[in-house]
Every structure is written in structure tokens, then in C-alpha cells.
């Protein structure tokens, strides 16, 4: 579904990424983990169109998509939950929702649909959305993005700042969205518990990747483990 293969991303002198390659195939779950400034977020960016790569190509359902702008493969169904969550915290939940509509993917009607999803943003759907706790506040941006109908979600940390029981909320949601046949890209900190969400991961270290493979396997991974997970 989704091909990354030798991709490069730089600021200026500051090379982000290094030849980074990955796949995550159609109705899977991968994760990308790695500390502060591993170059997650730079990755997904350049997945998404909001940063052109250095080098290397992005292959999406078998098309090149490489330095295609986001709005257009938004329009395509590669869909991204920045990090952040980056909602508009003096619209209303609903004004935010409907931002998920903007383009001629977006759906209305599924703005409903979101309501019985997430009963917490029905409830306060007239409510600015910048009065809603960091759980809520995940809850609506992952909401905002699936009125967008995504073929494709990109998550980028998804649990940053949230207390553990919201945690595993927010991680329910994303086994929900891709038992519902949506293929997602998970990026996080938090390596362990997006290693027991995913069925595949990629551990990335300084722009580059250290080490891949089955999520269950890297769980059990020596290396992994000291460098990553550490004792629980
Ligand atoms: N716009 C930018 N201009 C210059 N350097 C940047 C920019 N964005 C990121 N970087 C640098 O690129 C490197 C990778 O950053 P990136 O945000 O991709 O990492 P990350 O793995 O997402 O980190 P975090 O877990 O903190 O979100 C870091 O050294 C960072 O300082
Ligand atoms: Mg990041």
C-alpha cells in the first residue's frame, strides 16, 4: 500500500533522515519508534507532501507520490493526524470536524458517524474544542481525519502528553480503525505499546533504521528492549 524506499530528508545542513526504507502493506498496522529527533515526524511529513524529501521515492498504491502536496493526497486518501493534534482550539468540535470536510474526499455525513464513535465530542460538540481534555482533544483530531475517509492513516504520536489510562483509549481507537480495514502508520515514543499494537516495526535511530521486524519479535529483541523498552 504504502513504499518508502532510500528516502532523505534535510534542513539545510542538518540531515534528518538517511535513507530510509520501509513498507507498510495494505490493512496492516506498522510502527515507526524512536527517541526525541530520531526523524519520525520528518518521515511522515514527507510521506504526507508537507515536506519534500532530499532524496528517495514514496510509493502509494503503486504510484509514485514522491513531493506530491498534501492536499492532494489527502484528496487520494493518505490522510495524517499531526502531532500535536493540532485542532482549532476557538472553533467548536464540530467546526473542526467539519474542517475534515474541506476537500472533495471529505465526508459530512460522516460527521454523525463520528458522534457514535466518540459519544465524549457528541456531548460537546458545541463546545470549543479547546476546552476539551488531551484524550478528547486526540480523540477529535483522530475523528477529524477519519471524516476524510482515509485509505491510509498517518498517526504521529498519538499518545504524547496523555495519562496511561488515555492511552489505552487512544490505542483502542487506532486497533478499531484498523480492524475497520484501514492501513495505518503509527509513529511513537511510547515504543512498547505501539510494538504490541502493530504487527510490524521499525526502529528508528538518528535518520536511520536500527532495527525491523515483527512487532512481537522486537518486543523480545535484546537490543530492543535495553535501548527502547527497558523494564516495565
Ligand atoms: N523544520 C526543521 N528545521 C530544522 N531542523 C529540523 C526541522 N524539523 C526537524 N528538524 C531536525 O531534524 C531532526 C529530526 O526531527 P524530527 O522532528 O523528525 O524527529 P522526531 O523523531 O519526530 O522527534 P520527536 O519525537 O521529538 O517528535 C532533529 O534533529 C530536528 O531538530
Ligand atoms: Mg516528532
Not at 532510500?6 to 538517511?18: E, F, K, N, P, S
Not at 457514535?116 to 488531551?134: E, K, N, T, W
Not at 515504543?191 to 526502529?203: C, E, K, M, N, S
Request: hydrophobic fraction near 45%; charge should be negative.
Amino acid at each position: 500500500m504504502l513504499s518508502v524506499r532510500d528516502l532523505v530528508v534535510a534542513y539545510g545542513h542538518v540531515q534528518a533522515v538517511r535513507s530510509v526504507s520501509f513498507d507498510v502493506p495494505r490493512g496492516s498496522l506498522v510502527t515507526l519508534v524512536g527517541a526525541n529527533g530520531a526523524g519520525k515526524t520528518s518521515v511522515l511529513n514527507a510521506v504526507a507532501g508537507l515536506v519534500r524529501p532530499r532524496a528517495g521515492r514514496v510509493l502509494f498504491d503503486g504510484n509514485d507520490i514522491t513531493g506530491t502536496p498534501a492536499h492532494r493526497l489527502v484528496a487520494a486518501g493518505l490522510v495524517q493526524v499531526p502531532e500535536g493534534r493540532e485542532i482549532l482550539a476557538t472553533l467548536t468540535v464540530e467546526e473542526n470536524l467539519q474542517l475534515g470536510t474541506w476537500h472533495r474526499r471529505g465526508r459530512p455525513e460522516r460527521i454523525p458517524q463520528m458522534y457514535h464513535r466518540f459519544p465524549v465530542l457528541g456531548d460537546r460538540r458545541h463546545l470549543q474544542a479547546g476546552s476539551l481534555s488531551g484524550g478528547e482533544q486526540q480523540m477529535l483530531a483522530i475523528a477529524r481525519a477519519l471524516v476524510a475517509d482515509p485509505v491510509v492513516l498517518l498517526l504521529d504520536e498519538p499518545s504524547m502528553g496523555l495519562a496511561p489510562k488515555v492511552v489505552d483509549e487512544v490505542f483502542r481507537v487506532i486497533e478499531e480503525i484498523r480492524a475497520d480495514g484501514t492501513t495505518v502508520l503509527l509513529v511513537e515514543q511510547n515504543a512498547r505499546r505501539a510494538l504490541r499494537a502493530a504487527d510490524y516495526g521499525y526502529v528508528l535511530e538518528t535518520g536511520e533504521v536500527a532495527h525491523h521486524g515483527v512487532a512481537a519479535d522486537l518486543l523480545r529483541d535484546e537490543r530492543v528492549i535495553e535501548a527502547y523498552l527497558g523494564l516495565e
